[in-house]
Nanobody
Framework: QVQLVESGGGLVQPGGSLRLSCAASGSILSINVMGWYRQAPGKERELVAGITKGGSTNYADAVKGRFTISRDNAKSTAYLQMNSLKLDDTAVYYC??????????WGQGTRVIVSS
């Protein structure tokens, strides 16, 4: 079992930055991929970014060049640095952790609001 606690959301102006954190506990050695999905009102959930235990990353096209995902394995924590934020980045961001095998574990979600 893996438990995820995420934080770092908030209100930010367009062009600003936020850093999300996702701390894992439990069976952390089983985790392969960590990352974030997001869901805006009226939209489907979409993958934002993911990172493997070895450091390989992938990003949604919408955030490439603006977001950077990283991982501190010693702290069992992933980070999502979000720069040059846009109005369309407004969403609830859900951290996930995926062990080798089936399924994902989910964080509680953190709200990001980009607004003037």
């Amino acid at each position: 079992q893996v438990q995820l606690v995420e934080s770092g959301g908030g209100l930010v102006q367009p062009g600003g930055s936020l850093r999300l954190s996702c701390a894992a506990s439990g069976s952390i050695l089983s985790i392969n991929v960590m990352g974030w999905y997001r869901q805006a009102p009226g939209k489907e959930r979409e993958l934002v970014a993911g990172i493997t235990k070895g450091g390989s990353t992938n990003y949604a096209d919408a955030v490439k060049g603006r977001f950077t995902i990283s991982r501190d394995n010693a702290k069992s924590t992933a980070y999502l640095q979000m720069n040059s934020l846009k109005l369309d980045d407004t969403a609830v961001y859900y951290c996930y952790a995926q062990p080798i095998g089936y399924g994902k574990y989910w964080g509680q979600g953190t709200r990001v609001i980009v607004s003037s």
